[in-house]
């Protein structure tokens, strides 16, 4: 209002007539001239927002939700007869969250085992290259960096698994999506966690980006990792594509798991059916039989799945079904953990 001493000794260029905000919960709305809603703040009295006295609020970043009250922080500068705030200016904040430092996939993957920066928030953008936010499924998607901002280390990976648990930003296959969220390992798989403080999910284009990305080719054997399995922790995260004839060789799990294990050159056989018993020997063939398979596994978490959804969401029948020994082409697919 027109009154200075309620603003601080600020003078107000446009006075607005029967308007003021409640000194506790309220919400301000905003309106475009045909009376579509844009935008809203709803805020409480200082259980979850700031509850500054004589201070301005701002949002830490446009790109934050601005009904969390942990993305608002409070001014700092002072201006008139005491207030903090800063009239005619850019606002600043005093305390807060911690912004999002934006880095490219591949930073966040590094070369190694684990994300480069675990418990930082980060901001990355890329395409939708697997979608499986259903609750029953892995309450998350793979997001991809596009080939024209990959980077040339083969050694890091360009995708990573984004876990929002309840998924209230729905995406698809093939949309451009920026998420802001916390980089981290869940057991031993490498995510970004959009469901701490801060975390967002931000749809930037809603249609078929899928021609952005390229499956990576891949064959077995593996290379060797840190235990008897192999490794393909440098592309954890991507679309894959094996080239190979793979052979299904087990499906103990399939019941139980959605899963099924293939091979390349054929089933594995036991180490005694073409070797003399040998402690050595054993050893090298579990090491060589890990590094030459794969797990096709299904899309969700969920166990003893009835009915069983391998080779197809339609389940199987008489005439839709697989026996060991038969082989998968063209395997095409994100390699997970």
Excluded: K
Aim: charged share 20%.
């Amino acid at each position: 209002n027109s009154d200075t001493t309620t603003n601080g000794g600020l003078a107000v260029d446009y006075e607005y007539s029967n308007y003021f905000l409640a000194n506790g919960d309220d919400e301000v709305v905003l309106l475009d001239d045909d009376g579509l809603e844009i935008d809203r703040v709803e805020y409480d009295g200082g259980s979850q927002f700031p509850d500054p006295t004589g201070a301005s609020m701002a949002l830490s970043a446009p790109t934050l939700d601005n009904n969390v009250g942990a993305n608002w922080c409070t001014a700092s500068t002072t201006y008139g007869s005491g207030d903090r705030g800063t009239p005619g200016a850019a606002n600043d904040c005093d305390s807060g969250p911690v912004r999002p430092t934006t880095r490219f996939i591949h930073e966040i993957q590094g070369p190694g085992s684990a994300v480069t920066t675990p418990g930082e928030l980060v901001s990355a953008s890329g395409v939708v290259i697997g979608d499986y936010q259903a609750g029953t499924e892995l309450r998350g998607f793979f997001l991809q960096e596009e080939d024209s901002e990959a980077d040339s280390d083969s050694a890091t990976s360009e995708g990573i698994f984004v876990y929002c648990n309840d998924c209230s930003t729905d995406v698809a296959e093939g949309n451009l999506v920026q998420v802001i969220g916390t980089a981290e390992e869940f057991f031993n798989m490498s995510q970004i966690d959009v469901t701490e403080t801060g975390g967002e999910v931000i749809l930037l284009d809603a249609g078929d980006n899928s021609g952005l990305v390229t499956a990576t080719a891949l064959s077995l054997p593996a290379a060797a990792g840190t235990d008897e399995e192999g490794t393909f922790e440098h592309v954890e995260g991507m679309l894959v594509r094996f080239d190979q004839t793979l052979t299904v060789t087990e499906y103990f799990q399939l019941a139980r798991f959605g899963q099924v294990v293939l091979s390349v050159d054929g089933r594995q056989a036991q180490f005694t059916a073409g070797n003399a018993p040998s402690v050595s020997g054993y050893s090298a063939h579990l090491a060589e039989i890990a590094r030459n398979r794969i797990a096709l596994d299904d899309f969700n978490n969920f166990q003893n799945f009835d009915p069983v959804l391998h080779p197809q969401p339609g389940g199987f029948s008489a005439d839709n079904f697989f026996r060991g020994g038969d082989v998968v082409e063209q395997l095409l697919g994100v390699m997970h953990w």
